[in-house]
């Protein structure tokens, strides 16, 4: 199993990298990024010690279909996709905020509601509603990152202004941005027979000062989605809901004794389940975009990748 665990590549007019949990991101010339996805796989803010094969390629060509999917109602710093694992576009500077936005009291809203509080971000949540029940209409509930890269942070749209974080002007722009993506997506979702619950933007402006969109979008990494059917049926009965996410990996790590505490050891993953969880990626994959998967060959896959962007930059 050829995986992508790290990438080390120096490209011409090669600025800095930046390597996240599952992505490595190649500053060139301070005009262009290219964003590689490997098959690295995080659960509890930390990296497994295996890789998932295509785990990669199925982030990236998810979030590239849904970037195409949006362009024409929200511009995005997408420009090619050269290879199945990279994605380039215009470097940007993004905003220090995550623009959260929730259909449904699932996940962090729901664990705040059974709390008993009715404000999160600032945004009243009505009495009446118990889990995964339906929003009235969805509510955006920002976070901010610390600079260190600790967890996120729940934040009001009042200190995001009073902070000067980001300006009233440019804030208007990107809450307009996400209610207008979160319509999309929920359109596209209803088409494959899904609910998206909810889900994170993240902006950026690039040098002449548009606000486009940037990173990943309406992936199972980064949007919780329930299946349509029977939705409805599990809520009158109070039962869970059926969800397409990477939740599965966090169940069986929670299942063998694993939540990314301290003195917790991580669980080994044999081949078997290493095959098993690759599969699920594709069954996402294709359950989100309506298309088959198409496996990339993975021989000489660093190779593959390296001459592929070569070719990109060459011809810019």
């Known amino acids: 199993m050829n995986t992508i665990n790290e990438t080390n590549f120096q490209f011409p007019n090669q600025k800095s990298v930046y390597k996240g949990k599952v992505r490595e991101v190649y500053n060139i010339d301070n005009e262009l990024l290219v964003m590689i996805a490997t098959d690295r796989l995080s659960a509890f803010d930390v990296i497994l010690p295996r890789q998932i094969p295509y785990k990669g390629q199925i982030l990236n060509q998810i979030a590239t279909k849904m970037m195409n999917d949006t362009a024409d109602i929200v511009p995005n710093w997408l420009l090619a996709n050269p290879d199945e694992n990279v994605a380039i576009g215009h470097l940007c500077d993004p905003f220090k905020v995550e623009m959260v936005i929730r259909g449904y009291v699932s996940g962090h809203a729901a664990r705040e509601y059974k709390?008993?509080?009715?404000?999160?971000?600032?945004?009243?949540?009505?009495?009446?509603?118990?889990?995964?029940?339906?929003?009235?209409?969805?509510?955006?509930?920002?976070?901010?990152?610390?600079?260190?890269?600790?967890?996120?942070?729940?934040?009001?749209?009042?200190?995001?202004?009073?902070?000067?974080?980001?300006?009233?002007?440019?804030?208007?722009?990107?809450?307009?941005?996400?209610?207008?993506?979160?319509?999309?997506?929920?359109?596209?979702?209803?088409?494959?027979?899904?609910?998206?619950?909810?889900?994170?933007?993240?902006?950026?402006?690039?040098?002449?000062?548009?606000?486009?969109?940037?990173?990943?979008?309406h992936t199972p990494d980064s949007s919780r989605y329930f299946y349509a059917d029977g939705y409805q049926e599990r809520q009158d009965n109070n039962e869970p809901q059926k969800q397409l996410?990477?939740?599965?990996?966090?169940?069986?790590?929670?299942?063998?004794?694993?939540?990314?505490?301290?003195?917790?050891?991580?669980?080994?993953?044999?081949?078997?389940?290493?095959?098993?969880?690759?599969?699920?990626?594709?069954?996402?994959?294709?359950?989100?975009?309506?298309?088959?998967?198409?496996?990339?060959?993975?021989?000489?896959?660093?190779?593959?990748?390296?001459?592929?962007?070569?070719?990109?930059?060459?011809s810019k």
């Not at 995964?132 to 942070?153: C, L, M, Q, R, V």
């Not at 694993?258 to 078997?272: T, V």
């Not at 496996?295 to 070719?311: F, G, H, M, S, Y």
Request: charged share 35%; with cysteine.
């Open 115 to 217: 709390a008993g509080k009715r404000m999160l971000c600032g945004v009243e949540m009505p009495e009446g509603l118990k889990e995964n029940d339906k929003f009235p209409e969805p509510i955006i509930t920002p976070s901010t990152k610390a600079d260190n890269g600790e967890h996120d942070e729940d934040i009001s749209r009042e200190d995001i202004l009073a902070k000067g974080i980001v300006s009233e002007e440019d804030y208007i722009v990107l809450e307009n941005y996400t209610r207008a993506l979160f319509k999309r997506g929920t359109e596209i979702a209803a088409k494959r027979g899904l609910i998206l619950v909810d889900t994170k933007y993240e902006f950026g402006k690039t040098k002449d000062g548009k606000i486009v969109l940037i990173d990943e979008i």
């Open 245 to 314: 996410s990477k939740e599965f990996v966090r169940q069986w790590l929670i299942e063998n004794g694993f939540q990314g505490k301290e003195g917790q050891a991580i669980p080994e993953m044999n081949d078997e389940k290493i095959i098993e969880i690759s599969n699920r990626y594709i069954e996402l994959y294709e359950q989100i975009t309506g298309e088959a998967f198409t496996k990339a060959i993975t021989d000489n896959v660093l190779n593959r990748i390296e001459n592929n962007v070569l070719k990109f930059l060459a």
